[in-house]
């Protein structure tokens, strides 16, 4: 069983950066697909970014591409998201998951979940 637990969101002007981290539970995080992903008031869960075990693999939604960068500390088991250039429409909800398969991280069948942390990103 892995718990994971998100910190690092806030109120943030259009145009400023936030980083969000993700803390896991467990000895066996380095073996996990990691990823974030959003839900903006009304809309559907989307896919953000995900990151391999080792960290040497990533992948992210067109949306953040070149705004975010997703990484991972392993001896913290600590998954992070770099967001920069943020937009009001960047606005949601942001959720870490965690699974041993990749696909299931990306179309949002992970088998782990955070409670969330809200972002807010002020026009």
């Known amino acids: 069983q892995v718990q994971l637990v998100e910190s690092g969101g806030g109120l943030v002007q259009a145009g400023g950066s936030l980083r969000l981290s993700c803390a896991a539970s467990g000895r066996t995080f380095r073996s996990y697909f990691m990823g974030w992903f959003r839900q903006a008031p009304g809309k559907e869960r989307e896919f953000v970014a995900a990151?391999?075990?080792?960290?040497?693999?990533?992948y992210y939604a067109d949306s953040v591409k070149g705004r975010s960068t997703i990484s991972r500390d392993n001896a913290k088991n600590t998954v992070y998201l770099q967001m920069n250039s943020l937009k009001p429409e960047d606005t949601a909800v942001y959720y870490c998951?965690?699974?041993?398969?990749?696909?299931?991280?990306?179309?949002?069948?992970?088998?782990?979940w955070g409670q969330g942390t809200q972002v807010t990103v002020s026009s």
């Open positions: 990151i391999g075990g080792s960290g040497g693999i990533t």
């Open positions: 998951a965690g699974d041993f398969y990749l696909n299931h991280v990306v179309r949002g069948t992970a088998d782990y």
